[in-house]
């Protein structure tokens, strides 16, 4: 879900596990998405991208969903890691380089 | 290749200093994007660079905010007079086509 002022959604999951992060986007004709990871004290990292001509793209460990009907994107991580916890943001794109970022999901991988 | 480079990694100042921040892009990138990041309001864009001329300066929060691009490899955000609610994380990041690749931040506190 979407997070206001000073509380991130969190997700905990165990090692081991996948992970699925969830996330609204606003503009019905963007047409390039990213997920970013951000560890603590870092900049954001890039993850994995998509078109909006596609539905899904894999990489290493990491699938991201587009569903553009709802305007929903989604980033799963196979067999969840504890050096996956961090901050995961989704970004979009509409027809240029100016990129809106998502309020961000805490993921954090129990032992 | 050494990423993007950002200094100082930690600024404390008083209100009503002048703050510059500075930043390396990755070598050969043509797009240069000033990002604040703060818990209340997440990732938010100040300013961004195509080929070192300006594009869209809407982010950019009031006129005590200005950024150069004298070069390609070098720009700077001044903040001038500062106040504490520009406290937040500021990042620099470069592109060469549509992902962005962020510097590590300077952190910016305000008393």
């Known amino acids: 879900g979407e997070s206001v002022g000073l509380h991130l959604p969190t997700l905990s999951v165990q090692e081991g596990d996948n992970s699925i992060i969830n996330c609204a986007y606003s503009n019905s004709a963007s047409d390039y998405f990213i997920w970013y990871k951000q560890e603590s004290g870092k900049g954001p990292q890039f993850i994995i991208d998509i078109r909006s001509n596609m539905d899904k793209r894999q990489g290493q460990r990491v699938t991201v969903l587009l569903n553009k009907t709802v305007k929903h994107l989604s980033l799963q991580i196979a067999a969840t890691q504890p050096g996956d916890s961090a901050v995961y943001f989704c970004a979009e794109n509409l027809n240029g380089q100016n990129f809106v970022f998502g309020p961000g999901t805490r993921l954090s991988v129990l032992p | 290749d050494a990423g993007v480079i950002q200094s100082p990694r930690h600024e404390v100042t008083e209100m009503g200093q002048e703050v510059t921040l500075r930043c390396k892009p990755i070598?050969?990138?043509?797009?240069l994007f000033w990002y604040r990041q703060t818990m209340m309001r997440g990732l938010e864009l100040l300013i961004y660079f195509n080929n070192n001329v300006p594009i869209d300066d809407s982010g950019m929060p009031e006129d005590r905010f200005s950024a150069k691009m004298p070069n390609a490899s070098f720009s700077t955000l001044k903040i001038q007079p500062s106040e504490p609610r520009d406290s937040a994380v500021y990042f620099c990041?470069?592109?060469?086509?549509?992902?962005?690749?962020f510097g590590p931040g300077t952190r910016l506190l305000v008393l």
């Open positions: 070598s050969g990138h043509n797009s």
């Open positions: 990041a470069s592109s060469f086509s549509e992902t962005q690749y």
